[in-house]
């Protein structure tokens, strides 16, 4: 099965590459130090490093308490990062700087691999949430690295799939030493694919553990008057290619019951900004870009958020949140971060990636969830005219991401045990 699967890697990575040159008409960035995914680097071989996978920009951000915690323990250890977009990669950079190096993730191709762990010569390799390569993690227990599946959470739907696979799927999970998972359901899960009880351990999420700087709400201060300080704000983040559709459907129905109402909406992929433009024109809202840095009037019924990083800072501005990927079928985005700035959330039905954390806050009275465009409308009309109504849920969020830190420390526990 093995051999099979990287035939059909091999097969496939022309066609990758060249999906990255086409990506690249609208981000450049897809077809920079494009060589490193097969293994070919500009640069010098790394000694003694730490190698920390996070695939999207929302795993890269739930790092942070985790390299810091890191750099605490290992001070004469190089972080090497990678990512497997340019917004990743982008993240990465702003949150650290020169303080780690970044590299593209390679295809899962073992001789690549090999180039790759020449270069970057990781003592541990750190994968977040659901980042498994086969060929990868077999090519490490070889050369006896550790691999350690940190935030590890698995849906029922990502089950069925590694199922299919049989034996060559219980050989790929129990060549990971260490088995970090956020929940006791998603440690069940995982037990059914073949993860032994004595690789596993249950931290929690480290999503609870990021916070912000302060700088982060000064920003938000001056946003703030950029936007109007005087409106009530809601905020559509991360939405998804089909979902802008109903969130412009609720917005409308909103100004009809409060017509100084602003939305701000971030749309997941910045390749997306411009196409969404047009969209809310065509819509008939009068939009202000944040890219153009002009004050909102009082006919801007929609603040687009085409900026990367900002999305912290526009939460804070905003009065209630609701976030994407949920009322289209792709399991949910991040609902921790509107949550932990004391915000009240809505998401729709689709939240299987963030299974746990979304029941935790429906059961906390933390959030709501809504069915489709008229329900989001409802409730975020029901939650700006309640000030009351809306703090209680706002607290209720604050309070549970505090109770709940504390999964990055256990981790970096488990971690140290590898030594």
């Not at 691999?113 to 977040?128: F, N, S, T, V």
């Not at 070889?142 to 089950?159: D, M, V, W, Y």
């Not at 009351?388 to 849920?393: L, V």
Request: glycine share 6%; net charge positive; aromatic share 10%.
């Amino acid at each position: 099965m093995r051999h099979l699967y990287t035939l059909f890697i091999i097969i496939l990575a022309p066609f990758f590459t060249l999906r990255l040159f086409w990506k690249s008409r609208l981000n450049p960035g897809y077809r920079q130090r494009w060589l490193e995914r097969f293994g070919f680097f500009e640069t010098p071989a790394i000694q003694q490093s730490i190698w920390i996978h996070a695939a999207s920009v929302g795993e890269v951000q739930a790092t942070q308490q985790l390299v810091k915690q890191l750099q605490q323990r290992y001070p004469g250890k190089q972080i090497v990062f990678s990512t497997t977009t340019p917004t990743g990669a982008e993240r990465v950079k702003l949150l650290y700087g020169n303080d780690v190096i970044h590299y593209y993730f390679p295809y899962d191709i073992p001789f690549v691999i090999k180039r790759w762990l020449r270069q970057a010569r990781p003592e541990k390799l750190i994968m977040m949430e659901t980042e498994i390569w086969p060929n990868l993690l077999i090519a490490c227990q070889e050369t006896q690295i550790p691999a350690i599946l940190a935030n590890g959470r698995l849906s029922e739907k990502s089950l069925r799939g590694y199922r299919r696979f049989g034996r060559f799927a219980q050989q790929v999970f129990q060549s990971i030493r260490v088995v970090a998972v956020q929940s006791v359901d998603d440690a069940e899960r995982f037990k059914q694919i073949g993860v032994r009880a004595d690789q596993m351990d249950i931290t929690g999420s480290v999503k609870f553990d990021v916070s912000q700087p302060a700088i982060v709400r000064e920003q938000a201060e001056a946003m703030r008057r950029l936007i109007g300080s005087g409106r009530p704000v809601w905020i559509a983040a991360s939405t998804r290619e089909g979902e802008e559709e109903a969130v412009l459907a609720a917005h409308a129905r909103i100004c009809e019951k409060i017509p100084a109402a602003l939305m701000i909406l971030v749309p997941r992929h910045p390749e997306r900004f411009d196409k969404i433009a047009q969209l809310c024109e065509q819509r008939g809202f009068t939009l202000m870009r944040r890219s153009s840095n002009r004050t909102c009037t009082a006919e801007h019924k929609i603040f687009l958020g085409d900026s990367m990083g900002e999305l912290p800072m526009m939460y804070q501005v905003a009065d209630v949140a609701f976030v994407g990927g949920s009322l289209v079928d792709t399991g949910g985005q991040n609902v921790l971060e509107p949550a932990s700035f004391g915000l009240p959330v809505l998401f729709g039905p689709s939240m299987y990636n963030f299974a746990t954390i979304s029941e935790m806050l429906l059961c906390e009275q933390a959030a709501l969830r809504v069915d489709d465009a008229v329900a989001l409308a409802d409730q975020v009309i029901a939650w700006l005219s309640d000030a009351s109504e809306r703090a209680k849920f706002g607290e209720n969020a604050r309070r549970l991401v505090e109770e709940n830190r504390g999964a990055t420390e256990k981790l970096v526990s488990l971690i140290s045990t590898l030594d």
